[in-house]
């Protein structure tokens, strides 16, 4: 690269040397200064020594310089290298906080952490949490089938005639559009009063319970009447329940009519539009209701389907795939004359969250035409079931066929594939409004111990494809005791506020006998469930006895994770369980594949791996020692890991015992405390307190000022032998606090930060000190005050050597700010001790880099000059090597971190884009350190993320589309005599009681008024130092445009110091590579249901009983239109007069006893 020559000059080797103060510095620049931004270096004051560098001249009368050679740049690395590791050295204090500790031994003690004595007690810990739990339940469910039997069904019975609290009473009446207030039907509703209560989270009543009825529900039929009266009993219940075990939460009985009646009562959280939920629908009834299933769905699209009535099928099969679990495997396929599946998924896949989205999606693009081949779709559908080739749930089978109707009954398929034993059940429904003799379709079910129903109007979807529960009960109850058993969920959101849980479920049997002799009641009552708070779990489990990195898990049957630290959704959808795999809460690899399937086995073990884990921040990659310890919770389908790296087998615990016994006075007399009051800040440094729960009345707070106003405060009241303080996180505070302020007063205090280009020193500590030196300095301190969650305290504990973390940058937001130095660059390292043979990793400390006096330090260390010279230009006859300060319009330097983000950079310009990832800066050439192996990427999916919403569609799956006749169909005379215009008058009845249903958005409906975004899918990508540790020189190739690059690692640092020739054009622009999370649909579903993950499903199957009764097998329940109505359907659209009708019933009838 030809450019103007320079004098060269050569140079000899001098002493190593230690850190180089930056030259020159005097007081700080005041507000609103700025050093230029470009220009020659300021003098240096302190020379240089002399530093190794080969003759560099070429011969007489070139006219060029080079590209340094590579053992010059090596050079330069060193040197770098010296200087970081002085600094470190004489401001760190790594060696003198390890004298601290060691001066200090008689104040703390060593622990070990043994991982298998650890995660058997926190297992059997939970294991009795739980108990308690079911011990309740089994009174709560004994007693709900000893009232229901002893309960006498009342034909007459009236609603001024019960007594109860009704939870949405109170929305209901501050709405006065609400039906009920029309009606004047609040005559039955107890008014109650409410305490807040902080285990709740919310305002409740100790002795009442609370019902909540869905609104597609109507209160006063006498179905529901009867239930509210026999349920009533189940208060003292819950009740005594609560005496005997003070820290229950929820009680719930989840009625199979769609009633819930809870404990303690509570107003209902309201949505602001109209409420749709139904216990039925929730995850921990489905799950108790019923044995596993595996279903095939099949829908007739041939061209007799009118477009309502496909619009109601698509609907209707939306609403039957909500009503399944994890447990459940599905799949969905449409028929006419040929039967073929609707998605990509060619046999049974789990119906898991992601698989029903792909079927939802696909449904809305079948389409009708040919003619109906019902033997196709039933074919196809048991073949599915045959199939024992694939992982399935292997109890239930079942076949849900829906249709508007038809001739053929099949027999000949079913005597081929079902008969005799006829282990498939088959559902048939009957959709929209047709004159099509139904008996073919109440055979099939009959004939194959399942059900029929009538979906003649969108009304009736949510009922009719949630009844089918009630016919797989039915072995269930009749297995009796045997089917008693506790079952425990996934994890999912509670819908009255607590927060993430998860339910113990007992199904309550139908007691009852139609008479002497008779065969008992078949029928399930609904579901019991107790809640138990993920938080409370957590309580069992050691919090900071494991360290920064330690931590302890659960997962399910399923392999989704229970406890994780990882599992932290952004955003949770009522309907759906919180279902995040273990192989994505981590980095997967084969060995916690081989963990994930020991536990889901419930096998104990222990193995030590190396595995990629994430920063805290998720922007970097970390190869690290993990060590992973299991066992089940028996009489759970859950299993218990420990996850340790082997620097925390160890850890400190104060010995503060003779400074207590010298204090009988609050904890604010201790030797040390006073190194916590602001008072000391400005000679000893600020002190950031992790906001821990030191104490039972210690007040929170986000601002940990305030937090350490409120502790300071507390301690002036409590003595050292409180039992209401946590002993062991209160002593280690202490000890930190005066362990860090000798650091202060040994090394901090009386150096000059300014002199070495420092905005700060800091160290942080497992006992939760965060100690900032000056006092100022903790202005611009953006670090969590919880060493714990600060990504440079985990990030130093699992790296050797001296981690930068640069200023965090989004490349959308505006660029640093460089006013008043304030940007630095954090450099931390961890402190290792050694005692007795034992390690361990207490703390860390680390420098604050001020960012524009690094930068041009940065560059005299990268450069060729002296001790004696100042920067100079070759002669116009001399031939010598670029450096990067002589040479900045033509030579790029950098310093990029691991994860692949700029550091410093000779540039000026590019001071401000500090922070950001480096193909954002020069894509060219990450791009080629990428492909040199210097980096190696690893790329994930973050299924917890939350997105802004999307618009409604037109083809969405709620129940809000109705059909919009054409003006074709307005002039068609015949079309005021058809089932469609029969079906839209449904529509719209239905719609005008509940006049909410067509505006509702999903997820405000599901009872979230505050929901304002959804959640999502985001790939994340992460870059890691690659193989490649040497010095490397390489030639980015592009023609005319091609570039020289040089590479190399910074010894016992994070850093990579990169040598390029600046482009001289754009025409080598390759490929960018992409950092930043963005939004995405996941893996493709298609394949991994190729390949699913390990899992079993619960130990326990009822799906046969020989003493089933299967004659109650449906029947119609539709009415024909009259004349009369469809003149009345013509004057509503036409005058726009809206009727107001009567409630209707949807409660099932087969619910009286």
């Known amino acids: 690269m030809a450019v103007p020559a320079r004098t060269c000059g050569a140079s000899r080797p001098g002493p190593a040397r230690t850190a180089l103060p930056w030259p020159g510095r005097g007081p700080r620049p005041g507000p609103g200064a700025r050093r230029p931004p470009s220009g020659p270096p300021r003098p240096l004051l302190l020379l240089l020594p002399p530093l190794l560098l080969l003759p560099l001249c070429a011969a007489p009368g070139a006219s060029a310089y080079s590209f340094p050679q590579q053992h010059t740049m090596q050079h330069w690395a060193r040197r770098l290298e010296q200087e970081i590791d002085g600094v470190m050295r004489i401001f760190g204090g790594v060696q003198q906080l390890r004298e601290i500790y060691k001066d200090n031994r008689n104040l703390f003690e060593v622990q070990e952490n043994e991982p298998q004595k650890l995660v058997e007690k926190v297992a059997g810990d939970i294991e009795s949490l739980l108990d308690r739990k079911v011990q309740a339940l089994k009174r709560l469910a004994d007693a709900a089938e000893n009232f229901q039997k002893a309960h006498r069904w009342q034909d007459n019975i ?47 009543n100790y002795s009442y319970t609370a019902v909540q009825i869905p609104t597609d529900i109507y209160k006063g039929s006498t179905v529901i009447l009867n239930e509210l009266n026999w349920t009533e009993a189940l208060e003292n219940v819950f009740i005594e329940n609560r005496r005997q075990d003070p820290t229950l939460l929820w009680q719930v009985f989840g009625s199979a009519t769609g009633v819930t009646r809870y404990y303690p009562a509570t107003p209902w959280r309201a949505p602001k539009k109209i409420d749709l939920y139904d216990v039925r629908r929730r995850p921990w009834y489905i799950q108790g209701a019923s044995s596993p ?18 619009k109601l099928m698509k609907t209707s099969v939306c609403e039957m795939l909500d009503t399944l679990s994890d447990d459940d495997y599905v799949n969905v396929a449409s028929f006419n004359e040929k039967a073929q599946p609707v998605s990509c998924f060619t046999h049974l896949v789990q119906a898991n969250v992601r698989n029903k989205k792909v079927f939802k999606e696909a449904v809305q693009g079948m389409v009708a035409k040919g003619t109906t081949g019902y033997k196709a779709g039933f074919e196809y559908a048991f073949d599915q079931l045959q199939n024992s080739n694939i992982t399935r749930a292997n109890c239930n089978k079942m076949i849900m066929m829906f249709t508007d109707g038809g001739e053929d009954r099949v027999q000949d398929v079913f005597e081929k ?30 004939a194959n111990k399942g059900y029929y129903f009538e979906i003649p109007s969108i009304g009736a979807i949510r009922i009719n494809t949630q009844e089918y529960l009630d016919v797989l009960g039915r072995p269930m109850v009749l297995a009796g005791k045997e089917a008693k058993q506790v079952q425990w969920t996934n994890v999912y959101e509670d819908a009255l506020g607590l927060g993430l849980v998860v339910t113990g479920t007992l199904p309550v049997f139908n007691l009852t006998q139609d008479g002497p002799g008779e065969k008992k009641n078949q029928l399930i009552l609904g579901v019991m469930g107790i809640d138990v708070a993920l938080n409370d779990i957590k309580r069992l489990t050691p919090n900071y006895t494991l360290g920064a990195n330690g931590y302890v898990f659960a997962i399910d049957l399923n392999g989704y994770v229970l406890l994780h630290p990882n599992l932290k959704p952004q955003t949770t959808n009522f309907r759906e369980p919180v279902t995040l795999d273990f192989l994505d809460a981590e980095l997967e690899d084969e060995n916690k594949e081989e963990i994930r399937r020991s536990m889901i086995d419930g096998n104990k073990g222990h193995k030590q791996i190396r595995t990629l884990v994430k920063s805290l ?51 604010s007399k201790l030797k040390d405390f006073e190194f916590l009051l602001p008072s000391s800040f400005e000679s000893e440094g600020h002190v950031f307190i992790a906001p821990r729960e030191y104490c039972k009345d210690l007040n929170a707070s986000d601002n940990n000022t305030e937090f350490l106003k409120n502790f300071i405060e507390l301690m002036e009241k409590v003595t050292p032998d409180s039992k209401q303080c946590n002993n062991f996180l209160l002593h280690n505070l202490i000890l930190d606090t005066g362990i860090t302020q000798q650091l202060v007063e040994r090394v901090w205090r009386d150096q000059d930060l300014n002199t070495y280009s420092l905005l700060a020193v800091f160290a942080a500590t497992d006992g939760g000190i965060t100690r900032v030196f ?36 989004d ?31 207490p703390a860390v400390v680390g420098v604050k880099l001020d960012l524009e006096a690094w930068a041009e330090k940065f560059k005299v260390l990268a450069s060729n000059r002296t001790h004696q010279d100042q920067p100079q230009k070759c002669g116009p006859s001399s031939h010598c090597e670029m450096d990067c300060e002589v040479n900045n319009e033509d030579l790029l330097c950098v310093l990029i971190d691991d994860g692949g983000f700029l550091v410093l950079s000779n540039q000026n310009h590019q001071w401000d884009q500090v922070g950001r990832f480096f193909s954002e800066v020069d894509a060219n050439l990450m791009l080629a350190l990428y492909n040199n192996s210097f980096y190696t990427r690893k790329e994930s999916y973050d299924y917890q993320a939350a997105c802004a919403p999307q618009p409604p569609g037109n083809l969405g799956a709620a129940p809000r589309g109705v059909f919009v006749p054409t003006i074709a169909d307005f002039l068609n005379l015949a079309w005021w005599t058809s089932a469609a215009a029969w079906s839209l008058f449904q529509q719209l009845l239905y719609g005008l009681i509940y006049h909410s249903w067509f505006q509702a958005d999903p997820a405000e409906a599901e009872g979230n008024p505050e929901a304002r975004e959804s959640s999502c899918v985001m790939k994340q990508t992460q870059y890691y130092f690659g193989s490649v540790n040497a010095s490397y020189n390489a030639i980015i190739d592009c023609g005319n445009c091609s570039r020289l690059f040089h590479a190399q690692r910074l010894t016992n640092t994070n850093l990579l ?23 995405s649909d996941g893996p493709e579903q298609c394949e991994l249901v190729q390949r699913p993950r390990y899992r079993r499903g619960p130990h326990i199957c009822f799906d046969y009983n020989a003493t089933e009764d299967t004659s109650d097998c449906g029947r119609g329940a539709s009415f024909p239109p009259s004349l009369g109505v469809l003149v009345s359907l013509q004057l509503l659209l036409l005058l726009g007069l809206p009727p107001r009708p009567q409630p209707q019933v949807h409660a099932h009838a087969s619910r009286r006893v």
């Not at 594939?417 to 929209?432: A, D, I």
């Not at 000056?774 to 714990?788: G, I, L, Q, S, V």
């Open 417 to 446: 594939y079902n008969w005799p034993n006829r282990t498939v059940r088959v559902f048939t429904f009957s959709v929209g409004q047709h004159n099509y003799d139904v008996t073919p379709l109440q055979w099939m079910a009959c």
């Open 617 to 667: 921040d998720e922007r970097y990659v970390d190869e690290v020692m993990r060590n992973y310890t299991w066992v089940p919770i028996r009489s759970t389908n859950y299993s218990l890991g420990l996850v340790l790296p082997p620097y925390s087998t160890f850890y400190l615990q104060a010995n503060l015992s003779d400074q207590i016994l010298q204090v009988k006075l609050p904890i």
């Open 1057 to 1079: 110091f990169v040598v390029a020739e600046k482009p001289l054009c754009s025409q080598c622009e390759g490929g960018r590579l992409l950092q930043k999370e963005t939004h």
């Open 811 to 841: 490349a959308l937001l505006r660029p640093l700010e460089l006013e008043n130095d304030t940007v630095g660059i954090l450099v931390s390292t961890a402190v290792e001790l050694s005692l007795g043979g034992r390690t361990l990793r």
């Open 293 to 310: 299933k595996d279903m095939v769905i099949i829908v007739d699209v041939s061209g007799s389907v009118s477009g309502l009535t496909l």
């Open 158 to 204: 009236k609603e001024e005639d019960i007594l109860y609290y009704d939870a949405k009473a109170d929305a209901e009446l501050d709405d006065p559009e609400s039906e009920d207030v029309e009606r004047g039907s609040k005559a039955s509703t107890l008014r109650l009063d409410f305490v807040e209560d902080s285990n709740f989270k919310n305002k409740v």
């Open 774 to 809: 000056p006092n100022k300095a903790a202005d611009d301190w953006t670090e969590n005050p919880e060493p714990f969650n600060a990504s440079f305290y985990r990030r130093s504990l699992d790296n050797h050597g001296y981690v930068f973390k640069p200023p965090h940058q």
